[in-house]
């Protein structure tokens, strides 16, 4: 597994890291702990050194299960958690002010088991509390020891700005994937132009890219898609588009769709790592496999084509977690 720096001050990844968030939280009932563990250490002896997590996830549990399973060889992995919702629940709104993220990060310092956090996102801006304000509690808690690098999650050129001259970012953290490109017009020329890393959650598209989800896949209560409006029936049909696309290139590659569609991702700039999350080994597997497909110009221009022609039709988020971003 090759490495990726992520901004200017020496945070260095694997160039895919692991999205630990649906192991606890999201996408239906949380794995048993010792598979979640199993899953984890089998990325790490597969190359991944970058594991990301929040205190969203399940109030504080996959912290837990992270910190317990990277344990063993902590200094060797860089690990990513998040603060930014009054009492650890989205569904509460955003809290960012300065004694909140000391408390979420002495919570999150003992779950994970270690005496630092290497990054630590604000998880979505809060309207409420000037981003200097976040900025510099951030900075005074990488002059204690406690973080090491500054990220931020979604959140748009103007604040990153703002942020990166009090304290400078090393990533950026939002949805990025063959059907999610608004990053490309919004913050790349931003990130470039600062030195800062990008980090795409959902890369898979939440599953979709997979082409494993069709008309017939249905979703429980406590899967978070079942209330994402692209994830409706009739959403499903009109994106399925994209999907066939996707996999008749990858058949011609001799790839899988989801192979493709991190690799595009990894093709973008040297300066993305995306974390893309699976919950079983033989995913895990095929996602590390993308990292050997080798996409040409050619190919690159070719996926371009194929996508552009096709209108995504959905919001990716329910209209409350949309506000928070649409700030």
């Known amino acids: 597994m090759k490495k990726r720096s992520l901004g200017k001050d020496g945070l260095v990844v694997s160039e895919l890291g692991l999205g630990c968030m649906g192991l606890s939280f999201g996408y239906g009932p949380a794995v048993e702990r010792e598979d979640g563990i199993t899953l984890i250490r089998s ?9 990301d997590t929040a ?3 399940a109030k504080g549990e996959n912290e837990k299960l992270l910190g317990e399973a990277v344990e063993p060889f902590r200094d060797q992995v860089v690990i990513a958690t998040k603060f930014g919702f009054k009492n650890g629940e989205t569904g509460q709104g955003t809290d960012s002010r300065p004694d909140r993220i000391r408390e979420v990060v002495e919570n999150s310092l003992r779950n994970l088991r270690t005496d630092r956090i290497d990054l630590l996102y604000q998880h979505r ?4 509390v000037p981003i200097e304000e976040v900025a510099g509690t951030v900075k005074k808690l990488i002059e204690q020891g406690k973080v090491k ?6 959140a748009g050129a103007d604040t990153i700005r703002r942020a ?3 304290q400078p970012v090393s990533a950026l953290q939002s949805e990025y994937s063959l059907w999610w490109r608004e990053p490309e017009t919004s913050v790349f020329a931003t990130l470039e132009e600062l030195g800062i890393g990008f980090v795409p959650y959902s ?28 994830f409706s029936e009739e959403n499903r049909k009109a994106n399925q588009a994209l999907i066939d696309a996707v996999a008749n290139f990858a058949a011609a590659k001799n790839a899988t769709p989801a192979q493709i569609a991190l690799a595009w991702v990894l093709a973008q700039r040297p300066w993305i790592a995306p974390i893309p ?16 497909v080798d996409l040409t110009a050619a190919d690159l221009s070719t996926l371009d084509e194929l996508t552009n022609e096709i209108k995504i039709v959905g919001e990716r988020y329910p209209a409350q977690a949309q506000a928070m971003i649409n700030r």
């Open 43 to 51: 990325a790490f002896e597969k190359g991944v050194t970058f594991f």
């Open 55 to 57: 205190e969203v996830y």
């Open 125 to 128: 801006v809060d309207p409420n």
């Open 149 to 154: 690098y500054f990220g931020m999650s979604e």
């Open 164 to 166: 990166n001259a009090v």
């Open 203 to 230: 890369p898979l598209g939440r599953g979709f890219l997979t082409g494993k989800i069709d008309l017939t896949t249905t979703f429980g209560s406590d899967d978070f898609r079942s209330t994402v409006p692209r």
């Open 277 to 292: 999350g699976t919950t079983k080994i033989h995913r895990l597997e095929e996602n590390l496999a993308s990292v050997n």
